[in-house]
């Protein structure tokens, strides 16, 4: 591995086990989740001047307005995803650093992720593929509407709130699969697990959380 990878100082291993250690004090059970978050460095998903500060359980700004997502917080949505078996073909929506890709791209086979901000996006796709990371497709565009042409998905995971989880991301869910997805007013977001039988969902409250707003429409 190369030393940007790998990481020195406050981004070096110990600073990311230390990481580790507080997410299993957070409750944080999955050991496939905190295997892959240890190996995975978040450094590289914020700009420089953040970096020394990339493995502090926290959300931090990654611009345009937007956050990569607190780790506990990653962790949480991953394992709740991947809680009764792993899904093969998972949609993402909100792109944003490529933090929570990295992650999900190692844990199951096929990763479609939706971003409707450009300069994101292209960021994104290059840390990914600096991490030799293949298993992911993008798409720019509002991801309110999924992403219809690979539908159905086994798992979707929602990295915005929408005030209501919209109706076409559920439709898009495969009979059995799960979404994770947090939703409700701007100060009274709760992060969500749904689970598709037939047309019957299942609905499993994880708490309360604080997401940037899912947003409609695309950017230039
Ligand atoms: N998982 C990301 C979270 C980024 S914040 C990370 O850890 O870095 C949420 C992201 O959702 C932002 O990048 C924002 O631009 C994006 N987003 C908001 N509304 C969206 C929409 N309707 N469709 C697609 N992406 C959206």
Same mark, same amino acid.
């Given at each position: 591995?190369?030393?940007?990878?790998?990481?020195?100082?406050?981004?070096?291993? &110990?600073?990311?086990?230390?990481?580790? %250690?507080?997410? &299993?004090?957070? @409750?944080?059970?999955?050991? &496939?989740?905190?295997? $892959?978050?240890?190996?995975?460095?978040?450094?590289?998903? $914020?700009?420089?001047?953040?970096?020394?500060?990339?493995?502090?359980?926290?959300?931090?700004?990654?611009?345009?307005?937007?956050?990569?997502? %607190?780790? /506990?917080?990653?962790?949480?949505?991953?394992?709740?995803?991947?809680?009764?078996?792993?899904?093969? #073909?998972?949609?993402?929506?909100?792109?944003?650093? @490529?933090?929570?890709?990295?992650?999900?791209?190692?844990?199951?086979?096929?990763? /479609?992720?939706?971003?409707?901000?450009?300069?994101?996006?292209?960021?994104?796709?290059?840390?990914?593929?600096?991490?030799?990371?293949?298993?992911?497709?993008?798409?720019?565009?509002?991801?309110?509407?999924?992403?219809?042409?690979?539908?159905? /998905?086994?798992?979707?995971?929602?990295?915005?709130?929408?005030?209501?989880?919209?109706?076409?991301?559920? #439709?898009?869910?495969?009979?059995?699969?799960?979404?994770?997805?947090?939703?409700?007013?701007?100060?009274?977001?709760?992060?969500?697990?749904? $689970?598709?039988?037939?047309?019957?969902?299942?609905?499993?409250?994880?708490?309360?959380?604080?997401?940037?707003?899912?947003? #409609?429409?695309?950017?230039?």
């Amino acid at each position: 591995m190369n030393a940007d990878l790998r990481g020195i100082g406050m981004t070096s291993q &110990r600073t990311r086990d230390r990481l580790i %250690q507080r997410l &299993r004090e957070t @409750g944080i059970r999955d050991e &496939r989740v905190l295997s $892959v978050m240890r190996d995975t460095p978040r450094h590289l998903f $914020v700009d420089e001047a953040l970096a020394s500060r990339a493995y502090e359980d926290t959300a931090l700004p990654i611009g345009q307005g937007q956050t990569i997502s %607190q780790p /506990y917080i990653v962790a949480r949505m991953t394992e709740a995803l991947l809680e009764d078996n792993v899904p093969q #073909k998972v949609l993402e929506v909100g792109t944003g650093s @490529g933090y929570q890709t990295a992650i999900l791209a190692q844990l199951v086979p096929e990763v /479609y992720t939706v971003e409707r901000i450009a300069g994101l996006q292209d960021r994104a796709r290059q840390r990914l593929a600096q991490l030799k990371l293949r298993n992911i497709h993008y798409k720019r565009s509002d991801g309110t509407w999924g992403w219809s042409q690979h539908a159905p /998905y086994d798992g979707i995971l929602v990295t915005a709130a929408p005030e209501q989880v919209p109706a076409d991301l559920l #439709k898009q869910l495969v009979d059995g699969g799960r979404m994770v997805i947090p939703s409700g007013p701007a100060g009274q977001q709760t992060l969500r697990v749904l $689970v598709r039988e037939d047309d019957t969902i299942h609905e499993t409250e994880l708490g309360r959380v604080s997401f940037v707003p899912l947003v #409609k429409g695309d950017t230039q």
